[in-house]
């Protein structure tokens, strides 16, 4: 049986009620808290700030570090708090799918340390992130070329859905594992991807579709963070 | 806050102008035809010149402004300090007034004080820092009162148009107040309660800098809050 309806209802291409918010953390430089349905992320932002130990200061640019977290009481079984491979492999691709938008070359010598917590877990997380950390490296002032938007794609059994959710990334077909998750990211203005991942199989040309449907998706995420942004006084 | 402001706040990466209309100025870019904000901030547009202020972040220091800092360390020719923004300052031996034995630093100023200063030079990754000042009595070593930090892209609104805003603070609560363009803030008063009404006073400018006619509204505010401040 084919994937038709969506088990919360929704349209085919159709994300989750999105709830942003900025300047959640008064004592951070930048901070913001985005929340897709169920996965609430908060990020915190500090810095531009002299990079210690001295060695890992670069004098020709900025250094960006992202520290990925998921609080122990995100999910459903309590998760052993601390640095995970887990956490530590999103921390990083979080870190490359940020770097390209920063003007880190006007901050020689300096970090920019940017903390993501996830408070409730329900797929999508390290999207929920970004796109959190986006709207926290905006409310700290450091210069950027353009804002980030990110989000899950899903293809179950072959249909492609839009910011999947728990229940679907479990999707089950004949008793076999049908969903594939497709994280991704696309800057607002040229449009580029700076993250791309898969966990699943998709043909090549279901996967020019998910592309499609994330571009859309994300140019209506970017609309929710320009607006809680602009509503920032 | 019901006014609405007139002033467009932008995003970083939103196109703020099209064409060969305006050239870009600072916290914006070229990207193809359009001039976009690389910052969060309000656009400002002089004759052929487009730039972006920014609403927040850290301080940024430039040449000529006072800012309070705070002493970190003593080096051999002078004092590392922390005057906010993203690199340490240096306050030299020869940029403070008088002459000042090397053994001698500790007790002119030690660590943990806290000095009014003014910055003469920022370079790629530093800052200098001076305490000889035209003015008498302008930079000096704070030694009471009450310091209070607001967001550093509000100082000027704090400080209003040639230091209107601050004076009729001052007048009205009777205190000394000296802005940092770093958002610290310092406040010297006879009584401890003037000391604090100033600081409610200047929370509330910081709370209603969207606002138009700003000046007209802390009056009414000071007028209003005059009684209260005094108990």
Known sequence: MAYTKRFDGRKLDELRPIQAKVGVIPNADGSALFGQGDTIAIAAVYGPKILNPKHQQNPEKGVLRVHYNMLSFSVGERIKPGVSRRSQEISKVTEWALTPLVMLDELPGTVIDIHINILQANAGTRCAGINAAAMALAHAGIPMKEMISAVAIGSMGGTITTDISKEEEDYEEDGEKAATDIPMTFLSNSEKITLLQLDGAIPAKKLKEALEAGKEACKKINEYQKKALKEYK | ?231
Not at chain 2, 19 to 40: A, C, H, I, Y
Not at chain 2, 178 to 198: P, R, S, Y
Request: glycine share 10%.
């Open chain 2, 1 to 231: 806050m019901t006014e609405k402001s007139k002033k467009e706040i932008v995003i970083p990466g939103e196109i703020i102008a099209k064409g060969d209309e305006f050239l870009p100025g600072d916290w914006t870019m070229k990207q193809g035809d359009n001039v976009v904000s690389t910052r969060l901030g309000v656009v400002e547009k002089s004759d052929k010149l487009i730039k972006v202020i920014p609403l927040s972040g850290v301080y940024i220091p430039r040449p000529g402004n006072t800012v309070i800092g705070e002493v970190k360390d003593i080096a051999v020719a002078g004092w590392m300090m922390d005057v906010g923004g993203p690199y340490s300052a240096f306050l030299p031996l020869r940029e403070c007034p008088g002459f000042i034995e090397t053994s001698e630093m500790e007790n002119v100023y030690g660590i943990g004080d806290l000095l009014v200063t003014q910055i003469f030079n920022v370079g790629r990754t530093s800052v200098d820092l001076t305490m000889k000042s035209r003015e008498r009595g302008a930079l000096t070593k704070i030694k009471d009162g009450t310091i209070i930090k607001v967001n550093p892209h509000r100082v000027p609104r704090v400080i209003g148009k040639e230091g209107s805003m601050i004076s009729l603070i001052k007048n009205a609560t009777k205190t000394n107040i000296t802005v940092g363009q770093n958002g610290i803030i310092w406040i010297k008063g006879d009584k401890i309660d003037d000391e604090l009404f100033a600081e409610r006073a200047i929370k509330f400018i910081v709370e209603n800098t969207t606002a138009d006619g700003l000046t007209e509204k802390v009056e009414k505010w000071l007028a209003e809050n005059k009684e209260g401040g005094k108990k």
